[in-house]
């Protein structure tokens, strides 16, 4: 018998868990480093920022849903656009705030407490539209593929979203044992990839990529009642999209 199979079953976290687990990260690193929580974003929205920038003639508006260390946000401000940056957390904001002011970009950035789907009613619409880190906090299949057809309906004509999905997470305790949170959508790589090109079939797509993560976090007090452990080790493929909206360019 392997050593994972000596456990019983996998670890089952509360989905309050996951909200505590990102707000006690926020407040810990919160202006004591300028260097975002997450590490950089990843070059594929680089790439795509700078050929839309070649592009454009005027300044375009941009959203960041759940903008979390404020990484996408400031990327997004560097590279000329004027950003609504959205987030439930006051521990994620002031993070992202004191990041932009860091970085010479804080007057380009609207910063809003607000949770989702409830705060498309009062958004607007935009010329790009980033989901970086906001499915790391909605739980649930549903909800995600809601949001994605809420991002559509904010973006417009020849606008273009970007999406991080993480896909086949596994995140294992040193003893071996597994962990998961209560209702999240746990997609398979190959299935999110399907969802994808599924909702934006009438779009143009951009990019798709793939690219296999494996990192080692600690683990705060609010889930080390749960996990008895300092820290986990976490892996995934985190898929990456990008696609442009039907109409003509702006």
């Not at 810990?28 to 070649?54: H, K």
């Not at 009642?225 to 360019?249: C, D, I, S």
């Amino acid at each position: 018998m392997d050593t994972v199979s000596q456990y019983v079953s996998d670890l089952m976290l509360p989905a309050h868990v996951l909200r505590g687990w990102f707000a006690h990260r926020f407040r810990a690193t919160a202006s004591q480093n300028p260097q975002p929580i997450y590490g950089p974003v990843p070059s594929s929205l680089t790439r795509v920022l700078r050929d839309l920038r070649a592009q454009q003639t005027v300044r375009m508006q941009a959203l960041d849903l759940a903008c979390g260390d404020g990484r996408y946000t400031v990327t997004l401000a560097a590279a000329g656009y004027d950003v609504v940056a959205v987030d439930d957390l006051p521990e994620a904001i002031e993070r992202a705030e004191w990041l932009a002011g860091e970085l010479g970009v804080l007057d380009a950035i609207e910063f809003r407490k607000a949770s989702l789907p409830e705060a498309f009613a009062s958004l607007g619409s935009f010329n790009f539209v980033i989901c970086g880190s906001c499915f790391l906090h909605l739980l649930g299949r549903p909800t995600t593929e809601n949001i994605i057809d809420l991002v559509q309906k904010s973006t417009r004509a020849g606008g273009v979203n970007y999406i991080c999905l993480s896909t086949d997470v596994i995140r294992r305790l040193p003893c071996g044992r597994r962990f998961f949170y209560d209702g999240e959508a746990s997609y398979a790589v190959a299935e999110a990839e399907t969802v994808l090109r599924q909702m934006y079939a009438h779009w143009d797509i951009l990019l798709l990529e793939k690219q296999p993560v494996q990192e080692e976090w600690d683990i705060p007090p609010v889930a080390y009642q749960y996990l008895q452990a300092k820290h986990y080790q976490r892996t995934e493929v985190e898929l990456t999209f990008a696609a442009r909206a039907p109409g003509l360019k702006e």
